[in-house]
């Protein structure tokens, strides 16, 4: 595909539901990556996946989070019991490398827990 | 503890002023920073990495070891800069850490 690819754009669901949110790398890209934007707290590192080595799941929350990557491709990042403050858009990007090589970014998720 | 530090969250200048977005971090190794630009209604996207050394839309950065600093800068703002601006660090060359962000307006 042309870019890294997300989906859905939104989602509102209600507080103790769980979500899935996934995304689609650009092909090739070993390196794959989960943020978090919300307002004031900028971009909060989740969970980063590089080849067949296991992920720096360091950034996860809680254990109500947790992502996986099948096939070294798409990732589907999961949300359970899900509270008001997991509300935020959820980004994905994927690189060819890892850190040193540039991140592209999807349009992310925009999740709304009322 | 905060690795990448943005101290202001909104910058206002107008057209034609000098621009400087700061970042600090703290990394014990040797870092590679990068900063990244989300203009209104797009994707967040790279602007420039220090080890390029390069001028990008007239943006230059400059790592200073000595300070922990790598503050964006341009000498006359424009418009289209108008834009939310993230520093990033790169630790050990595998995950990125972001900053808070500074939202840049150029006033006309």
Known sequence: GAGVSQSPSNKVTEKGKDVELRCDPISGHTALYWYRQSLGQGLEFLIYFQGNSAPDKSGLPSDRFSAERTGGSVSTL????????????????????????????????????? | AQRVTQ???????????PVELKCNYS???????????????????LLLRHISRESIKGFTADLNKGETSFHLKKPFAQEEDSAMYYCALSEYGNKLVFGAGTILRVKS
Do not use: M
């Open chain 1, 78 to 114: 999961t949300i359970q019991r899900t509270q008001q403050e997991d509300s935020a858009v959820y980004l994905c990007a994927s690189s060819t490398t890892g850190g040193r090589s540039p991140l592209h970014f999807g349009n992310g998720t925009r999740l709304t827990v009322t």
């Open chain 2, 7 to 17: 101290p202001e969250k909104l910058l206002s200048v107008f057209k034609g002023a």
């Open chain 2, 27 to 45: 990394y014990s190794g040797s870092p590679e920073l990068f900063w990244y630009v989300q203009y209104s209604r797009q994707r967040l996207q």
